[in-house]
């Protein structure tokens, strides 16, 4: 039996796959009520990554430029995880996609090299992004050093104290790193006034990037997002693409698909090749999965909100616990997000897809768990993903069957080790969410327009 699958060069994406040919969903509004024009996008973004974030077209051509970059990591190995099964007594045969194995750590280079990429053919000559874990920030001062492009991050103020071997990474890489919310944007300003000892959060460092690039009136600075966007789900599709030919090449089709899910990202690009099937008529469970202290899909309404705290981004139809939620300080930065992505969410109104969430404790169980069976420390936001396979085989076990799980393992985590040795002590605590965020969230949402419901 394989253990470690690869996949012949020939194999790889030459393709994304976009997601947006096969769904309906509610356009971005601007603050007037109205969809946003690509117009209005234009001091945020480049215009070539507008078009993508727009367009229709099922298959979009993956530039040899990108292929090239890809090509030092990808294709990543699928690992059937042997000894877990063995360990469990499941008959489910369990594989997961090592996303890991790539330069920064994790699937997020898959989307900062294309970024780069056309922010570069844009002309455009630094971009200033958001980081939870660090992970993307990482990822992005890696893809700017490949292309030459100018990095600075605002990193969540409680992983910027975390994790400071991340921050190393991105000036290892060239990127310029500050701990949000800064006094150097209106909005940190405006959230340290409020409140000086807050942990951050996702959506105030978005505010604060946005704001540091559309400022610069130059013109040569862009922003740039690691998940959320559908051009960033697009991009990650070379990873369930990969996955597919590599289970086909051991004669299997998955039962179940498992990824954890902050802003959607690494979730959408193991899933969304699948779910084209299962719109095609393949039966798959496909489950999103994020923490029970953060539960955006579990708990929170569908409904427009921004996408960072301040209010600079247009309004997404997504699933939102409150764009001014400050998510409580979880050991899992990169899934602390108030919102989702939209492509997410709207497959979830769908009913394509089946949210789930668990604990803290459950997710580190998970993972020391994982590290003893099959040797590699996944990262604190893998393993809610790993949490829940861990669950289905033991389901598989009840039922009897021998059902194939297929999950993404995103990133590891050997800069998190602060995390598991709080863990390790006893000292890692569950964290509930405050009971009144969800009507918070309700009365925060309720002065936009409804979505529509696509089923
Ligand atoms: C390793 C890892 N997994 C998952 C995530 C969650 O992001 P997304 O839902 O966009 O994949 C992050 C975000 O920082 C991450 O670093």
């Given at each position: 039996?394989?253990?470690?699958i690869?996949?012949h ?5 030459k393709?994304w796959?976009n ?5 309906k969903?509610n ?8 969809p ?9 973004f480049?215009?070539n990554l507008?078009?993508q974030?727009v ?6 051509d993956?530039?040899?430029a ?12 699928l690992i059937?995880a042997?000894?877990?099964e063995?360990?469990?007594g499941t008959p489910a045969?369990i594989y997961l996609?090592d996303?890991?194995?790539s ?10 090299v294309?970024q780069a990429?056309y ?11 958001e980081?939870?874990a660090?992970?993307?920030?990482s990822a992005?001062s890696?893809a700017?050093s ?9 990193m969540v ?5 975390q994790?400071?071997h ?10 310029k790193?500050?701990s949000?919310?800064?006094?150097m944007?209106?909005a940190g300003?405006?959230?340290l006034?409020?409140d ?12 604060e990037?946005?704001?540091?690039a ?6 040569a600075t862009?922003?740039s997002l ?5 051009h960033?789900?697009?991009?990650q599709?070379?990873?369930g ?7 086909e ?7 179940v698909?498992?990824g954890c899910?902050?802003?959607g990202?690494?979730?959408a690009?193991?899933?969304f ?5 299962k719109i095609?008529?393949?039966?798959i ?5 994020e ?5 955006t899909?579990?708990?929170?309404a ?5 996408g960072?705290?301040?209010g600079y981004?247009?309004?997404l139809?997504m699933h939102s616990?409150?764009h001014?939620?400050v998510?409580?300080p979880?050991?899992?930065g ?11 969410s709207?497959?979830i109104?769908?009913?394509?897809l ?5 604990s803290q ?10 590290a ?5 420390v ?5 393993n809610?993903a790993?949490?829940q396979?861990i669950k289905e ?8 069957k021998e059902?194939v799980?297929?999950a993404n393992?995103s ?11 709080k863990?390790?002590d006893g000292?890692?605590e569950?964290?509930?969410?405050p ?6 969230a309700?009365?925060?949402t309720?002065q936009y327009?409804k979505?529509e419901?696509?089923?």
């Amino acid at each position: 039996m394989k253990r470690r699958i690869g996949l012949h060069s020939d194999d790889r994406p030459k393709k994304w796959y976009n997601i947006l040919a096969d769904i309906k969903m509610n356009p971005p509004l601007g603050p007037d009520g109205k969809p946003v024009g690509p117009d209005s996008l234009a001091p945020v973004f480049p215009m070539n990554l507008i078009e993508q974030e727009v367009s229709q077209e099922r298959w979009i051509d993956i530039p040899e430029a990108i292929q090239d970059v890809y090509s030092m990591w990808r294709a990543t190995p699928l690992i059937r995880a042997l000894n877990l099964e063995k360990a469990l007594g499941t008959p489910a045969k369990i594989y997961l996609k090592d996303e890991s194995v790539s330069p920064a750590g994790s699937h997020k280079p898959n989307t900062a090299v294309a970024q780069a990429y056309y922010n570069k053919e844009f002309g455009i000559k630094k971009l200033t992004t958001e980081t939870g874990a660090g992970q993307w920030g990482s990822a992005l001062s890696f893809a700017g050093s490949q292309f030459g492009l100018e990095i600075e991050v605002y990193m969540v103020r409680i992983s910027f104290d975390q994790k400071p071997h991340r921050k190393t990474l991105m000036r290892v890489w060239g990127g310029k790193c500050h701990s949000s919310p800064t006094n150097m944007t209106k909005a940190g300003r405006a959230v340290l006034e409020k409140d000086p000892d807050t942990p951050g959060s996702l959506g105030i460092a978005i505010s604060e990037a946005v704001e540091a690039a559309v400022s610069d009136k130059s013109g040569a600075t862009r922003y740039s997002l690691g998940s959320v966007l559908n051009h960033v789900m697009l991009h990650q599709t070379v990873v369930g693409q990969e996955a597919k030919k590599q289970l086909e090449s051991v004669g299997d089709y998955p039962d179940v698909i498992i990824g954890c899910a902050g802003g959607g990202s690494n979730f959408a690009g193991l899933a969304f090749p699948f779910v084209y099937d299962k719109i095609n008529g393949k039966e798959i469970d496909i489950l999103p999965v994020e923490p029970l202290a953060c539960p955006t899909l579990t708990k929170a309404a569908f409904a427009y909100d921004h996408g960072d705290e301040a209010g600079y981004t247009p309004l997404l139809a997504m699933h939102s616990l409150g764009h001014t939620f400050v998510p409580p300080p979880i050991h899992a930065g990169g899934l602390r997000y108030h919102g989702m992505a939209p492509t997410v969410s709207q497959l979830i109104v769908s009913g394509l897809l089946e949210p789930k969430a668990v604990s803290q404790i459950e997710a580190y169980d998970a993972g020391v768990q994982w590290a003893l069976t099959e040797g590699t420390v996944p990262a604190p936001e893998t393993n809610h993903a790993l949490a829940q396979v861990i669950k289905e085989a033991n389901k598989a076990k009840e039922e009897g069957k021998e059902k194939v799980i297929l999950a993404n393992f995103s990133g590891h985590g050997m800069l998190d080790l602060s995390a598991y040795e709080k863990f390790l002590d006893g000292k890692l605590e569950e964290v509930e969410l405050p009971a009144e965020v969800l009507e918070r969230a309700a009365s925060v949402t309720a002065q936009y327009p409804k979505p529509e419901i696509f089923k």
